[in-house]
């Protein structure tokens, strides 16, 4: 099926060549949508604008059971590129291209088996991902879609991904007394010193989690990434900020860890509050996300998909879960490629994964 990958390589091009950054969230309703519109003339499908560069494209044939999903945002390219990141590069054996692995070349093996087969088929494709602000998803789900499962296209080397971690991002301030710093002191007068003993209990409240389990996952991911405080070394500090983010696995309870990070050193935090979060896939408690795991994992088995190992990183296919959906993450590309400098996906599993796609879609399985 060399015509297929040929016909990928087309669209990924094409896809390529539209600037979705994000930030600067500036896309809009035309442009790269213009061109998807022109690819599925025998498609049923509604262009959605939330505002802030959030919008979907929602394309139907016929009665499909399941929903394939991707984002066609990217991150900003950075100064690295050895070429224009807007301009597709057929190299060797990979193609290279600013979202070409996260994750526009799912997006261009979608449209490739759209136009090469007639059986039903859903794609929902969506531009905030990359923003922390869900409003495609979000959007979407509020109109409560039939569908039995949702396939989130995100680079997982051509296999299902049936689980992985959470994120939550947190945003705390400490209080102190500001002071001549000659004197002694208590426990409570310099915020800084309150943010220094709660990363110290902290870590080793994580450190006490390593024994924990799900799926192939191990631990409590942590990370403090920044602290703010203080004027100078003669002086008690009277505020200091702490932005830290921790990755649970989907058999933690979040709110009880945020409850945890929240009280784990006298005085509190006068401010804590999250900036982002995203559950883990699956969702549910530990016995209803390990029923969902195997739901997922039926439904692969079934498509002749074939199964990988939980990731650490976060999709938004927690979000179809969290929604009640059977979900996993399937894509062309290694993880270890999105976000860098001359991003690229490897050929080959472009052309496996457009192939799995065209046999699921003709054998009316989608």
């Known amino acids: ?62 009665q499909p059971k399941y929903l394939f999903n991707v984002h066609m945002d990217t991150v900003p390219d950075s100064p690295h590129w050895s070429a224009d990141p ?18 526009k070349g799912a997006a261009a093996a979608l449209l490739a088996v759209a136009r090469a087969t007639e059986g039903p088929l859903a794609l929902l494709l969506s531009t905030d991902e990359e923003a922390n602000d869900a409003r495609c998803i979000a959007g979407f789900l509020a109109g409560k879609p039939g569908y039995e499962a ?31 710093a000659s004197g002694e002191q208590q426990a409570s007068d310099s915020a800084l010193h309150q943010a220094v003993r709660w990363g110290g ?50 058999s933690m309870d979040a709110d009880r860890l945020l409850e945890t990070f929240r009280t784990l050193v006298e005085p509190h935090p006068v401010e804590f509050g999250e900036t982002f979060r995203g559950d883990s896939l699956p969702a549910g408690d ?25 990731v650490d990183f976060w999709t938004e296919s927690a979000l179809f879960s969290a929604a009640g959906y059977t979900s996993f993450v399937y894509g062309p590309g290694d993880i270890a490629q999105a976000h860098a400098a001359d991003e690229w996906v490897a050929l080959d599993q472009l052309r496996r994964y457009a192939e799995t796609l065209y046999r699921i879609v003709s054998r009316g399985n989608a």
Not at 5 to 13: G, Q, S, V, W
Not at 86 to 103: K, N, Q
Not at 172 to 180: D, E, K, L, N, Q
Not at 205 to 219: D, I, K, M, P, Y
Request: charge should be neutral; aromatic fraction near 6%.
């Open 86 to 103: 807007h301009v597709l590069r057929v190299e060797g054996d990979r193609a290279i291209g600013l979202g070409a692995c996260d994750i």
């Open 1 to 62: 099926m060399s015509g297929l990958l040929d016909a990928t390589l087309e669209h990924l091009r094409a896809l390529v060549g539209f600037d979705t950054r994000n930030p600067p969230r500036a896309i809009g309703t035309g442009g790269m949508f213009d061109y998807l519109r022109a690819q599925l003339p025998d498609f049923e499908v509604t262009v959605t604008d939330y505002g802030a560069g959030a919008v979907t494209l929602h394309a139907v044939r016929g």
């Open 201 to 250: 209990a902290a870590l080793d409240f994580v450190a006490a989690q390593s024994h924990e389990r799900f799926g192939g996952l191990t631990g409590l991911r942590f990370n403090i990434g920044k602290v703010e405080g203080g004027i100078k070394a003669n002086m008690i500090a009277p505020t200091a900020d702490v932005r830290f983010g921790f990755r649970p696995l989907p």
């Open 150 to 180: 949702v396939i989130v296209a995100e680079p997982t080397r051509g296999e299902a991904v049936l689980a992985h971690r959470g994120i939550h991002s947190v945003q705390m301030r400490f209080s102190g007394r500001a002071g001549h």
């Open 286 to 310: 530990t016995a209803t996300a390990e029923a969902r795991r195997l739901e997922a994992r039926d439904l692969a088995d079934e498509l002749g998909i074939p199964v990988g190992n939980a």
